[in-house]
């Protein structure tokens, strides 16, 4: 069992940036890939970013690329998205999830495990 805690979220403007953590429980947090998804009012819940369970690989929507960096500590059982250059189109609830798979997994059917959730809000 692992459980997912997300925290960082708030309300920042257009061009800042905000670092979303999410804290896991269970000595198993380093055998778990990582993800992080988001849902905007209205729409379906989408694919963020991906970390391996080493932290070597990482994948990132396009929407996100190079404004967005997943990483991890495994020692601290933390994954963090740190979100820069934050767009209006950005707001949404973020969620983290734990997937066990050696591969990069954006289906978010395919994730075990899911935080409750942290609001994102870009202000214009």
């Known amino acids: 069992q692992v459980q997912l805690v997300e925290s960082g979220g708030g309300l920042v403007q257009a061009g800042g940036s905000l670092r979303l953590s999410c804290a896991a429980s269970?000595?198993?947090?380093?055998?778990?890939?990582m993800g992080w998804f988001r849902q905007a009012p209205g729409k379906e819940r989408e694919f963020v970013a991906y970390?391996?369970?080493?932290?070597?690989?990482?994948y990132y929507a396009d929407s996100v690329k190079g404004r967005f960096t997943i990483s991890r500590d495994n020692a601290k059982n933390t994954v963090f998205l740190q979100m820069n250059s934050l767009k209006t189109e950005d707001t949404a609830v973020y969620y983290c999830?734990?997937?066990?798979?050696?591969?990069?997994?954006?289906?978010?059917?395919?994730?075990?495990?899911w935080g409750q959730g942290t609001q994102v809000t870009v202000s214009s």
């Open positions: 970390i391996s369970w080493s932290g070597s690989n990482t």
């Open positions: 999830a734990a997937v066990a798979r050696l591969r990069v997994e954006v289906r978010e059917k395919e994730y075990d495990y």
């Open positions: 269970g000595r198993t947090f380093s055998s778990y890939a």
